[in-house]
């Protein structure tokens, strides 16, 4: 039989030595000289969508391979019906001359989402008292790593709580998919 991938030995996972050294060998890509005509400072603006937050407005300042990201947003309907957000990560750059490329990092956030419950409400009322909450809610305080792919201004956000600090109703993965324009 034919072998489809003469490196696909490489990555059998028998080995920590080959591992490392493919993490060597994107590092040191990772590290190239610029063009002389960008700068090593980074600054982007765009906005995302994602859970628990549905929308949000994302800034990132960057020099060379390292990246701040901060994102925010929030919407207030009535006092049962509204969600913010705020997020923030700390990330490593791979590639990040090139239309393609990928953050790997540590971030953040505080996320909180209300909504009301028309069959809790109807409860409440029939009974004439506040027995359950009339809204459903999902709350998440949490640290973890995060990984975004970025394509020509289109980005996706992967990221995994390792601690959550206050929960209700969290999600086991954090994901945002958005725009970002890079302004210098």
Known sequence: ???????????????????????????????????????PIRVAAGASVGRLTPVMATFGLGYRNAILYVEGMGVHKNDNDFWCGLRGAIAWTFFW?????????????????????????????????????????????????????????????????LHHFRKHDEPSLTWRMGYMVHLY
């Open 1 to 39: 039989m034919q072998r489809l991938c003469y490196y696909c030995d490489m990555f059998n996972g028998s080995s920590i030595k080959q591992i490392a050294l493919l993490l060597a060998l994107l590092a040191s890509l990772s590290f190239g000289e610029p063009s002389p005509s960008s700068s």
């Open 97 to 161: 001359d090139t239309p393609f490329n990928l953050d790997f990092g540590i971030g953040g956030g505080y996320e909180y989402a209300r909504a009301p419950n028309g069959m809790n409400q109807t409860l409440n009322k029939a009974n004439g008292n506040t027995f359950v909450f009339p809204y459903n809610y999902k709350e998440s305080l949490d640290l973890g790593i995060e990984f975004r792919a970025h394509f020509y201004g289109f980005y996706s956000q992967v990221g995994y709580p």
